[in-house]
Each structure stands twice: as structure tokens, then as C-alpha cells.
């Protein structure tokens, strides 16, 4: 199973940016997509960007034009910059990995947007 690790969350004023990682067990190129999750307190849990294997990307509405997901495929990691924060983007964050049969989440980094 690929193993996935997040970091870089904090407590961001609004209007801030922030970087999280997510760092892959295995080589990008061997899993269908990288994606990123979010999910505040009393809601679903909503797909915020994915990548896939080939670089394509997409977003969910609420972070367009905001976020940008990207891999780095010597490090095997995918990151997720998000600019123009806002309070409705706290969350907790979660990576996942798309891999048949090895798929998997990440433990979630914390993200909170406050002043």
C-alpha cells in the first residue's frame, strides 16, 4: 500500500498564502493521481485539486483561480499552494493517493484561517 504524509498546515491571517506537501512511499509515475481533500468541521469531506500521473489538474469551484496543485517527481511529492486565503478554506486537509489496489489517505494536516 503507498503510504502519503501531508505538512505544512498552520493558522494563516486572511487573505494569506500557505504550502502544504504531501510526500508519496512510492514513484508518482506508478499512481493514477495525486489529490487533495478538505474537510471543516460538519461538513463532507470535498475534493479541493487532483493531478494526475500525466499532469493534468483539476479544482474544485471554490479554489479556482486561488490554488495550485503540483508534483515534483524526484521528490515523489505533490504540493498544494493556496493563495487569496479565506476563512471558509479551514480545514483539515487530507492527500490522497489513487493507486489501484495500494490506494490511501494521509493522517490530514490542520489549516485555519483567522486573524
Known amino acids: 500500500q503507498v503510504q502519503v504524509v501531508e505538512s505544512g498546515g498552520g493558522l494563516v491571517q486572511p487573505g494569506g498564502s500557505l504550502r502544504l506537501s504531501c510526500a508519496a512511499s512510492?514513484?508518482?509515475?506508478?499512481?493514477?493521481?495525486m489529490a487533495w481533500y478538505r474537510q471543516a468541521p460538519g461538513k463532507q469531506r470535498e475534493l479541493v485539486a487532483r493531478?494526475?500521473?500525466?499532469?493534468?489538474?483539476n479544482y474544485g469551484d471554490s479554489v479556482k483561480g486561488r490554488f495550485t496543485i503540483s508534483s515534483d517527481v524526484v521528490k515523489n511529492t505533490v504540493y498544494l499552494q493556496m493563495n487569496s486565503l479565506k476563512a471558509e478554506d479551514t480545514a483539515v486537509y487530507y492527500c490522497?493517493?489513487?493507486?489501484?489496489?495500494?490506494?490511501?489517505w494521509g493522517q490530514g494536516t490542520q489549516v485555519t484561517i483567522s486573524s
Open positions: 512510492a514513484n508518482l509515475f506508478s499512481i493514477n493521481a
Open positions: 490522497y493517493a489513487d493507486a489501484p489496489g495500494r490506494s490511501a
Open positions: 493531478i494526475t500521473n500525466g499532469g493534468f489538474t
